[in-house]
């Protein structure tokens, strides 16, 4: 394709192709402090390309492309060649990856130790781990952590984080426009900005983190905070994974390990901040 | 006619793993995942012992298990026991 780029997210080395350089020029700024590997295969193949030839001048939308491809996936505006990007890349991890387990959740660590917040779109992991990013946690990554299936360790894969709607004034207070990619207003999932994680959690994306606590956010309500058992944990990972059935006996192996050794629970949480200091309560139980 | 007789399957085919409250099945040959509460797991060990029909897996469980006030036990394992096959965990002979 014409332009072109790679980047590389934790294990994961993608090799992105466009019709248009927008999209690609974007990538890059996101993407400028990831380290470098060219020389490394790709392990992942993303393609945005127009409809028809004549549809790159004409009315340009991008299709998303590459090793797997949704057949309904609609075409985006090329004011929105970024998002495309960002949902190729998502895509082609949840569909094509088979190296470690693969859980929709998003993760920060301490010391070692990972909290991991699993959930739909909408239940705040999201936002709930770039904030906790800001403080004193790496942040691992905001959509998917990849379990390896021989240590049960949990691996980062620290993307640009996807703020929507009312997280984007939240993180906007509190970075600087730096760290932050142009705002895509108005797509499908609404409001969209990037956040590019802290360098600290860039630097530190190929250390693993031992799973300290399985947390399944729901946005809204009272506070609320409920234990739940081995087997509700495991049943809601599974839902969780995009390759659990594709892992065969690795991933029942790794989920059977995840659910029994790590304590989980289910929140509820009307703002951020009570959100935040839920995650920090737990945190301090699990250490005792 | 005679109740059906159902076999268990072969040595090695099923990961059987208590996780709480539920014991989470993987099966090798269908590579699903089966997640089940007792009686299941207990009737799934005791037909390893040999195929049998559910008058006769009743006695082996009630030498492990007190089965009295558990109402027509040999009925409740025949229905479980064509549950097991209909899951393809154990097989009809």
């Known amino acids: 394709m014409k332009h072109r780029t790679r980047i590389a997210v934790g294990p994961v080395q993608f090799r992105i192709g466009s019709s248009w350089g927008a999209p690609i020029t974007a990538l890059k700024r996101l993407y400028v402090g990831y380290p470098q590997d060219a020389g490394r295969p790709a392990d992942a193949t993303v393609r945005l390309f127009a409809a028809r030839p004549w549809r790159r001048w004409l009315r340009p939308s991008v299709h998303i492309g590459g090793d797997y491809i949704v057949p309904d996936a609609l075409p985006l505006p090329l004011s929105m060649g970024l998002l495309a990007a960002e949902m190729g890349m998502n895509l082609q991890v949840a569909l094509g990856w088979r190296r470690h387990l693969l859980l929709h959740a998003s993760a920060v660590a301490k010391d070692g130790r990972a909290v991991m917040l699993s959930g739909e779109s909408g239940s705040g992991k999201s936002t709930l781990a770039a904030l906790l990013g800001e403080g004193d946690w790496r942040l691992m990554g905001d959509e998917f952590t990849l379990i390896d299936p021989g240590s049960g360790d949990a691996l980062a894969f620290p993307r640009a984080v996807s703020l929507k709607n009312e997280a984007i004034a939240e993180i906007e207070a509190r970075v600087g426009a730096d760290r932050l990619g142009p705002l895509l207003a108005g797509t499908p999932k609404g409001d969209i900005r990037y956040l590019i994680p802290r360098p600290d959690a860039i630097a530190a994306m190929h250390e693993p983190a031992r799973p300290a606590l399985l947390i399944f956010p729901r946005f809204g309500g009272a506070p609320a905070i409920e234990r739940i058992g081995e087997g509700e944990a495991f049943v809601r990972l599974t839902e969780a994974s995009t390759n659990y059935v594709a892992l065969g006996e690795a991933g029942f192996g790794a989920l059977m390990r995840l659910a029994r050794e790590t304590p989980a629970f289910t929140i509820a949480y009307p703002d951020s901040a009570s959100g935040m200091a839920i995650v920090e309560h737990l945190w301090a139980e699990a250490l005792r | ?93």
Not at chain 2, 44 to 67: K, V
Request: with cysteine.
């Open chain 2, 1 to 93: 006619m005679a109740d059906p007789q159902y076999r268990a399957a072969g040595e090695g085919a099923l990961r059987v793993e208590p996780l709480g409250d539920l014991v989470a099945i993987f099966d090798r040959r269908s590579m699903q995942t089966h997640l089940v509460v007792a009686p299941m797991p207990e009737i799934l060990a005791a037909l390893e012992a040999g195929s049998c029909d559910a008058a006769t897996l009743a006695a082996r469980l009630a030498n492990d298990f007190d089965l009295s006030g558990e109402g027509d036990v040999r009925a409740i394992i025949g229905e479980r026991l064509e549950e097991l096959a209909g899951m393809g965990l154990v097989e009809q002979v």
